[in-house]
């Protein structure tokens, strides 16, 4: 067998002849894709086909889903691609009883609001009603009566005494589930001299709210003991009487 070659670009004789596409095929080619990626974006991020059709609410308690996503404010069919989900997560924030709030998108329609409710320590006494606060000292719902297993907070009013509120929100919501319901107020008049008043009359010498939780895994033991009075402001050197 002979094998023949050419070196002028040329096929051989009798060798099939390749053709090119013509300059009109690869435009036409051309167009055609970028008809189809326009088609593709339009849909995704502009038209309503890949659009929110479900809100789903998780996580919720004492507040309804229908307030959340009420409050969320999510566009019946807008392009899930291109939602502000950072602009839903905050008008979510704004909600008092919400404490952290995350949003997040799935394809085809779908959007989860995912909250975390704040989570009530205390309450403050406000005319005939009851504010209840979070550990950070936070109001975030009025209630017309307190509840029981929540101790009342005396403590200053007025803005200028919010570091007496968070000392004494911080030393509510460090105390054993048990020795809250124990709890019939915690009293300061400043964030140094926080007192809790137990609902058998005794009484409980915190001090500030530095090293609350150490004083807090103290206090169950010392409450074993039949003293009326008992002082852990210094937790290295706590005493009763």
Do not use: C
């Not at 995912?114 to 989570?119: C, L, S």
């Amino acid at each position: 067998m002979t094998a023949t070659l050419r070196t002028d670009g040329r096929a051989p004789a009798g060798a099939p002849s390749r053709r090119r596409p013509s300059r009109r095929t690869l435009v036409l080619g051309a167009v055609a894709v970028l008809v189809v990626a326009v088609a593709v974006v339009w849909i995704v991020a502009f038209s309503s086909v890949l659009g929110v059709r479900h809100v789903l609410v998780r996580g919720e308690r004492t507040i309804s889903g229908a307030a959340v996503a009420a409050a969320a404010a999510v566009p019946a069919g807008a392009p899930l691609m291109r939602l502000d989900t950072g602009a839903v997560a905050r008008r979510v924030a704004r909600l008092p009883e919400v404490a952290a709030v995350s949003v997040r998108t799935s394809l085809p329609s779908t959007v989860t609001i995912t909250i975390t409710e704040r989570v009530a320590v205390g309450a403050v006494q406000s005319g005939s009603r009851y504010q209840l606060l979070d550990h950070t000292g936070a109001v975030f719902r009025t209630v017309a009566q307190r509840p029981h297993a929540l101790p009342l907070f005396v403590v200053p009013v007025g803005a200028q005494h919010r570091a007496v509120d968070r000392a004494v929100a911080t030393v509510a919501a460090q105390l054993p589930a048990s020795v809250r319901r124990k709890t019939r107020s915690v009293q300061a008049l400043d964030a140094s001299a926080i007192t809790l008043l137990m609902r058998d009359g005794r009484i409980v010498h915190w001090g500030s709210a530095a090293d609350t939780a150490r004083k807090a895994e103290l206090l169950p033991a010392l409450l074993h003991q039949r003293n009326m009075s008992i002082d852990i402001s210094d937790p290295t050197q706590p005493f009763t009487r």
